[in-house]
């Protein structure tokens, strides 16, 4: 192998662009190409994301859930959902990097099939009444601002118990952490050996078992790193937020937030994705603030708007009851609220955690 050093001066190489183009060309057919010219792009003084700031305003939305539902059974689609993409990343079916997101719909009488996969699920549920999901043998209602979680594997179906034709379809916000586990190429799914499963369990028992505080002696988990609950109430959440606005100090950044957890850890309730409920209170102006989970918002109750800017671009939504918006990794962020609103969300902050890469700003 030849050793000699190059006698060019390095003044003399800069001018060199053909030869360099000659040279990753050459490499090129070897399946190498230089760290030089990408070296700045790979690790960026700051998180650089093609996730755009993006808000769907439910009465854009909603029509066309409606149309849906008369193009295509529940049946036929498996899933009936329209997905949230986000404008950055069209053609991906993601709402930021490592988050999927969409408005699932449901009609009286029909039914969505039996299956499970790798995939983590949320359903956030948005309108409507009389839906319930099963999971794992147990089946549970689905009712307005429910937080519902499918973990990974279990099987599901969903289901309209109302009256076909009369009842009013029910839609919920599906999160799931599908890009993650693309990403990993650790996706796997099967459908069930029935249209719906099997119904094994009393409705309730979970959260009897596990929701009251308390844990079996001999607990052992029922569904690996993921919460043993599966519903969260909107009921007790409201309750509580709605006390805490009245009696605790407000947070100058977040108003009243409280995070969803497993009970049996203190951990987030699935292991890839992070909910949180929070409540701003009347007249709120908050500070901002920037984090490196994107997250996805849908609106509960109340108005508001969030005022996003990054790199001198500045974005602003005014949001209502069930409209969606998603704030990218580090973009600042600043909520406000009038009249007061309650807003759900979620995020990839479990896995920037467990990394040890979850960096948070609150701005002045
Ligand atoms: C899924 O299983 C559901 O179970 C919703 O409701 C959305 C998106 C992609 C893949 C599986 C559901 C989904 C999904």
Redesign the pocket.
Known sequence: MDITPPTQSVASLEGNSAARKNFYNAIAAHSMTPLWEVLHGLVPPSPTTPCQPAFWKYADVRPYLMQSGQLITAEEA??R?L?LENPGLRGQ?SITQSL?A?L?VIMAGEI?PS?R?T?S?L?FVVEGHGAY?SVDGERTQMKPGDFII?PSWTF???GHQGQVQVDAPVVWL?G?D?PMLRFFDAGF?ENGTARQQEVTKPEGISSQRYGANMLPVRYTPPFGKTSPIFSYPYERTRDALHELETHADIDAWDGVKLRYVNPATGGSPMPTMATFMQRLPAGFAGKPYRQTDGAVFSVVEGSGSVSIEHKGKVWTFEFGPRDHFVIPSWHTAQLQSTQGCVLFSFSDRPVHQALGIHREERLS
């Open positions: 498996v899933r959902v997905i079916s999927y969409g699932q969505a299956h996969h995939q699920a359903r999901t499918t599901h179906d969903h599906d799931l599908i799914a």
